[in-house]
């Protein structure tokens, strides 16, 4: 199934700022998978390639009130006991802010610069012209890292084709806003191609979970792609309560280091009891194929 040309221009779309949504239980979800796979994708002598498809400020600033409340505020006085959710919280007070509360939360490029050694290359794309004048002070002068303020949908597969024939490991980080319906349809088509372009990067797609409609026809797009992957999906809103915030996300996982999974799947029971908005009321979906 070929990919579709991108639409995501720097002119004619929608407008989206992370900022009403950082730290938000699908950030935790999201950056618990990064954490984890980056960890895993280290571990190996050799140098690691990281691909970030969205990469935002680098840094958010955290009002009085907000979704974070049902997220890292949920978790922010978390013991440090080794396990997967207590490693992404110590780093999002290392990198962020706060005393009581989170003051700042760090976003994927902050929490990707802390966990990759000096021989990583790390690859960020930002099509925002405001997100993109934040994020580069926060970056200048790590000579790991290249910024390009640009379409990260419509260069990925020639980005993984490039990464891959310098690295030993490959991980890439697609984190769209969503914004649009037919972002379920193109999005999952950019990641197939990318995934059929290599064959050997992890590839992490985060996604919104407010009813199951679309991320299920997703799953299929992805499964008659031929891309085999798994998925962890962790809803702390039961689907029942429509809202204006998320009722969970989801991780769509491709070639994870081995062990990522099962980390996953641990921390999945901690997050749900701890950030479910109705008291023992959340739900953790994984499912795997090919």
């Given amino acids: 199934m070929p990919a579709r040309p991108s639409r995501y221009r720097l002119t004619g779309v929608p407008d989206y700022s992370h900022r009403?949504?950082?730290?938000?239980?699908?950030?935790?979800?999201?950056?618990?998978?990064?954490v984890t796979i980056l960890e895993r994708a280290s571990a190996p002598a050799g140098r690691v390639v990281y691909l970030d498809s969205h990469a935002g400020e680098g840094r958010y600033p955290l009002g009085p009130t907000g979704e974070w409340t049902e997220g890292i505020g949920r978790l922010w006085s978390e013991r440090e006991d080794g396990d997967t959710v207590s490693r992404y919280v110590a780093l999002c007070r290392r990198l962020g802010s706060g005393d009581d509360r989170p003051t700042a939360y760090p976003g994927s490029p902050t929490l990707a610069r802390a966990l990759l050694g000096p021989s990583a290359e790390?690859?960020?794309?930002e099509r925002d012209e405001a997100a993109f004048a934040r994020l580069t002070p926060?970056?200048?002068g790590d000579a790991r890292i290249r910024i390009q303020r640009g379409d990260g949908l419509a260069a990925l597969a020639d980005g993984v084709r490039r990464a891959e024939a310098r690295a030993s490991a490959v991980v890439v980080l697609v984190d769209p806003p969503w914004v649009?319906?037919?972002d379920w349809t193109e999005v999952p088509d950019v990641v197939a191609a990318a995934a059929r372009a290599s064959m050997r990067a992890s590839f992490?797609?985060?996604?919104?979970?407010?009813?199951l409609t679309r991320p299920n026809a997703m799953i299929a797009r992805l499964r008659?792609?031929?891309?085999?992957?798994t998925i962890g999906e962790l809803v702390t809103t039961p689907l029942e309560h429509q809202r204006q915030r998320l009722n969970g996300s989801g991780v769509l996982l491709v070639r994870p280091p081995a062990g990522a999974v099962e980390a996953l799947a641990s921390a999945a029971p901690i997050l749900g009891a701890r950030c479910a908005t109705h008291a023992g009321a959340w739900s953790f979906r994984l499912q795997a194929w090919g």
Avoid: M, R, T
């Fill in 224 to 229: 008659a792609a031929g891309v085999p992957g």
């Fill in 122 to 125: 790390i690859v960020l794309w």
């Fill in 20 to 34: 009403f949504h950082a730290g938000n239980v699908g950030d935790v979800w999201k950056h618990c998978a990064l």
């Fill in 180 to 182: 649009q319906k037919a």
């Fill in 138 to 140: 926060q970056v200048e």
């Fill in 204 to 211: 992490i797609l985060w996604y919104p979970v407010k009813s």
